[in-house]
């Protein structure tokens, strides 16, 4: 049965994690591309410019010159950033893309070289045409190049740590009064909803006014579904501060014990000025 | 089941960020040697990140979390358990006495063939233009191939001064990088199962042969063999190791007997087909020195002979270095039992 394209590689490892490498399209990758072009013609004017000095002595030695350095950079630039900068060109660096071994393993030079001789069919017949119907049409998103030296192009997000402060940055929590209700809230609710809700907060102001209201209405009303809690712990608040005070009992476990304990001193001292 | 998330990133992030800071020094600095204290904690946070990647799917759904350990799993995982060699030092006399040879010997079967397919193409270019005089215009794609050879000598040899003066550099250059150019491109169309290097071998011999025959049958065939010979006697065999290397991928691509994988395969002459083409290349500056500083050159400004003479000894020389040179070193080792790297 053929396996179908996606934009995703899993690899496992011998220790039994499985984790996924995303691929780059073809779009991605001819935008990296357009970039790579502009350095290399910026690149081979600047050089071609500074090899002019030799014209002084020989204007056919300076000539010979400027046409080797045009080559020389045209075809080592990608060569040599992808092995300086392991899999990046600038290109690729702006757009976040990096080439790697199909496997996961360490990019050889050979791998390297491969990928960027073969270039010279993945251009045909213009704007590298071959090589995105190739890369369309690959289960990996492979060009040929990348499918003779055994290399794909991953997507390299930034990664960011997710802001919980922000979310629950120590207001009162109504839903907290209601120790018995949170646990059968932490036992009944999938890691993906729980994942919805945080998203959801995260992401919130990128939401167009009414697409916010009907969203936290509608994840609110889930919740509800799953542990009801009393009216009075719900009295007077927005369907958005409900799902922020759901994932401030999800998340935040530290949070919550980290509050008795106050408490308890508190109690010491009263016990004691009685005294 | 859900974990405390800031607790969770909080505890586990010191070993995080401790082995992306590993990652970089190994990534950015190639040279750089650890210790074994420092592999055994590189494996160890290799780990505990692995064991905190299973631990954030099984019971959190935070996506970014998610991401960025798998970004550093990733990179940690393609350093643990690479077992490939690591490049040796760069050892360009060796590489190109002993490694060069014997990979174009290892595939000289493919040569072989690529010296067959470009005959064939050189019968066909040579009966061509002895039976129709007229496929000339259509073979030949060069203007200054196109008239009559008898008129082309004379004006040639008309010449008693250095008539290139001037653009002998530039046009050096210009063959190498051209040359350079088809030679890659014979290679990388061996992605077509080898059909494209076909064809394009095909028709290389189809001009030689065109060429060849229209200045035999003009008597002048002493003409033709010192203009061709001194370049031409390392630009051919350059372009036929181009076409060998394209042929050493198509085979790989169709795998024909093999039982190994198709990435195996193409894993395993990825490094030959960089030899053979870094060797093409050398050749190929060589030539484009000689095409313009030599074989432009004519009676009386160089004497045929000479020409004839310094062509001679370049084909003896590339035949001595290509069938004999690096044979004693190879024999000096164990062959190799393994027929393909461990993966």
Redesign the interface.
């Known amino acids: 049965m053929p396996q179908e394209k996606t934009n995703t590689l899993l ?1 496992k ?5 499985i ?3 995303l691929l780059a399209g073809p779009v991605t990758r001819f935008l990296a591309w357009t970039v790579d072009l502009a350095v290399i013609f910026v690149a081979s004017s600047v050089v071609g410019a500074m090899l002019g000095i030799f014209g002084i002595v ?4 300076a ?3 400027s ?2 350095s045009y ?1 020389l950079i045209s ?1 080592g630039y990608g060569i040599l950033a992808e092995w300086y900068w ?1 899999g990046q060109t600038i290109g690729k660096r702006l757009l976040r893309l990096r080439v ?12 390297i ?2 990928r960027n ?5 993945d251009s045909l017949p213009a704007f590298y045409a071959l090589g995105g119907v190739s890369c369309l049409l690959s289960r990996h998103a492979q060009r ?1 190049g990348d ?4 290399t794909i192009v991953v997507r ?2 930034q ?4 802001d ?1 402060k922000q979310l629950v940055s120590g207001k009162y929590n109504s839903l907290r009064d209601y120790p018995h209700l949170v646990a059968r809230l ?2 009944k ?1 999938t ?2 909803e ?3 809700a ?2 959801s907060l995260l992401r919130r102001d990128s939401l167009s006014p009414r697409a916010r209201v009907e969203l936290f209405e509608q994840i609110a009303s889930h919740f509800r579904s799953i542990v009801e809690f009393p009216d009075e712990a719900t009295y007077g608040i927005t369907d958005e501060q409900y799902v922020r005070n759901i994932v401030d009992l ?6 919550h014990k980290k509050r008795r304990k106050p408490r308890r001193s508190a109690q010491v001292v009263k016990q004691g000025s009685v005294k | 089941m859900i974990i405390d998330l800031q607790k969770f990133i909080e505890g586990e992030k010191r070993y995080w960020k401790e082995l992306e800071r590993m990652l970089d020094v190994i990534e950015n600095e190639p040279a750089h040697r650890i210790n074994v204290e420092q592999v055994k904690r590189f494996h160890y946070l290799y780990q505990r990140t692995s064991a905190d990647l299973a631990k954030i799917m099984t019971f959190s759904s935070e996506p970014e979390i998610h991401r960025y350990l798998e970004s550093l799993i990733v990179r940690a995982y393609g350093n643990i358990h690479e077992i490939r060699k690591k490049a040796h030092r760069l050892s360009p006399l060796h590489w190109f006495f002993n490694t060069f040879p014997q990979t174009f010997r290892r595939h000289s079967r493919a040569f072989c063939f690529s010296l067959i397919i470009t005959f064939c193409g050189f019968l066909f270019g040579g009966l061509a233009v002895s039976f129709d005089p007229d496929a000339k215009e259509i073979i030949l794609p060069f203007a200054h191939l196109q008239g009559d050879p008898s008129e082309r000598v004379a004006h040639e040899e008309k010449a008693e001064d250095d008539h290139l003066q001037g653009i002998k550099m530039t046009g050096a250059a210009w063959y190498m990088t051209h040359n350079t150019k088809v030679s890659i491109f014979a290679m990388a169309l061996g992605i077509t199962w080898g059909i494209g290097t076909l064809i394009l071998l095909f028709s290389n011999g189809v001009i030689l042969g065109a060429v060849t025959l229209d200045y035999v049958l003009a008597h002048e065939t002493e003409f033709l063999v010192a203009w061709l010979f001194p370049h031409g006697v390392v630009e051919i065999p350059a372009v036929l190791l181009a076409g060998q290397a394209g042929f050493v991928l198509a085979y790989a691509l169709i795998g024909k007997g093999e039982r190994v994988s198709l990435r195996m395969r193409l894993r395993k002459i990825s490094k030959d087909l960089i030899t053979l083409i870094c060797g093409v290349a050398l050749m190929l500056i060589w030539a484009g020195f000689v095409e313009s500083f030599i074989s432009q050159y004519h009676e009386p400004v160089l004497p045929y002979t000479f020409k004839i003479g310094f062509g001679v000894v370049e084909l003896i020389v590339l035949t001595f270095f290509l069938t004999v040179s690096g044979r004693n070193l190879r024999r000096k080792h164990a062959p190799r039992k393994d027929k393909y790297p461990p993966h």
Request: proline letters at 6%; glycine letters at 4%.
């Open positions: 690899i490892t011998p220790e039994g994690i984790f996924s490498i020989s204007i056919d030695f000539h010979a010159l046409i080797l080559f075809i392991r790697m071994d199909v496997h996961g393993l360490r990019l050889q030079f050979s791998q070289m491969i001789l073969m270039r010279f069919v040929l499918f003779a030296a055994n390299t997000p990664i960011a740590h997710p919980l932490r036992q609710v890691p993906q729980a994942g919805i945080l998203q999800l998340f935040n476990v530290s949070h």
